[in-house]
């Protein structure tokens, strides 16, 4: 079971750490992912990490304003995003995957949180 908090309404340029949380069977999890829905689009994908590794991986749009990371002693994973831009505005997704062949793909993910909406104003 997932858990995602963190978000809120921010203003441009400002900053926000989402977390999420793993509860029950984690040690088949192999990657941990964040997708964000925008109001009127598809879900698409923000950033993963390998569970036990920690090699990250990120969307084309990310552009280093985005670090995803994670804390195995607490079951957590987090999305750091600095520089907020009201196009970042978007419900948050964290999401995890139990099988080792990497894939980025929303379908490919069994385990989801509920969302945290993320808003950013101009």
């Known amino acids: 079971q997932l858990q995602a908090f963190g978000g809120g309404l921010v203003q441009a340029g400002g900053s926000l750490r989402l977390s999420c949380a793993a509860s029950?069977?984690?040690?088949?999890?192999?990657?941990m992912g964040w997708f964000r829905q925008r109001p009127g689009k598809d879900r698409e994908f923000v950033a993963l990490?390998?569970?036990?590794?920690?090699?990250?991986w990120y969307g084309d749009f990310v552009k280093d304003r985005f670090t995803i990371s994670r804390d195995n002693a607490k079951n957590t994973v987090y999305l750091e995003i600095n520089s907020l831009k009201p196009e970042d505005t978007a419900v948050y997704y964290c999401a995890a995957r139990d099988s080792g062949r990497w894939s980025i793909q929303n379908s490919d993910f069994g385990s989801w949180g509920q969302g945290t909406q993320v808003t950013v104003s101009s």
């Open positions: 029950g069977r984690t040690s088949s999890v192999f990657y």
């Open positions: 990490i390998s569970w036990t590794v920690g090699v990250t």
